[in-house]
């Protein structure tokens, strides 16, 4: 029964690794489901469309108000999670290679996953007119700010 009860809690993480455990074990099964990346396109199209819909105009309009939320969020993706990896990395670079540490500084450089952030928040109950909002607007921004975050690595 404690099981039963952990699973219904926990079911997107459960199905989340069993979808990793699947994809690695059958990596030609997802090339065959996804031809030319269309069902991606397809799913993150409707992951936008549904969150729109379930969400009312006025707490819309209410939460693109938020200024000081979205300004937070933004530094936070930009300036403060790229320094965390800079710094934390750093000291590693002698014994590290040399690819793998431009790899770090890399995945500091990009805006948080879509899909992923829409889904926890909406999971978790938080503020998901927020979400939607900042994890577009990071990654219309991303295709500028994280080039210009790389040079400075």
């Avoid at 979808?19 to 799913?43: A, R």
């Avoid at 993706?77 to 770090?104: E, K, S």
Wanted: hydrophobic letters at 50%; charged letters at 10%; a positive charge.
């Amino acid at each position: 029964m404690i099981m039963i009860n952990f699973l219904k809690k926990q079911w997107f993480i459960v199905v989340m690794c069993l979808m990793i455990l699947g994809g690695s074990l059958l990596p030609s099964l997802g090339s065959k489901l996804n031809p030319d990346k269309i069902t991606t396109t397809t799913l993150v199209i409707a992951l936008f469309f549904l969150s729109g819909l379930s969400l009312p105009t006025e707490t819309l309009k209410q939460g693109m108000k938020d200024f000081r939320l979205h300004v937070f969020i933004q530094v936070f993706i930009y300036i403060i999670c790229p320094l965390y990896f800079m710094l934390t990395a750093f000291p590693f670079n002698d014994v590290m290679d040399g690819r793998l540490i431009v790899g770090i500084y890399a995945l500091a450089c990009l805006p948080t996953t879509v899909s992923s952030c829409i889904v926890f928040t909406q999971l978790a109950g938080g503020n998901t007119i927020g979400t939607v909002f900042n994890a577009s607007l990071s990654n219309l921004s991303g295709i500028f700010i994280s080039p210009l975050l790389l040079t400075l690595f």
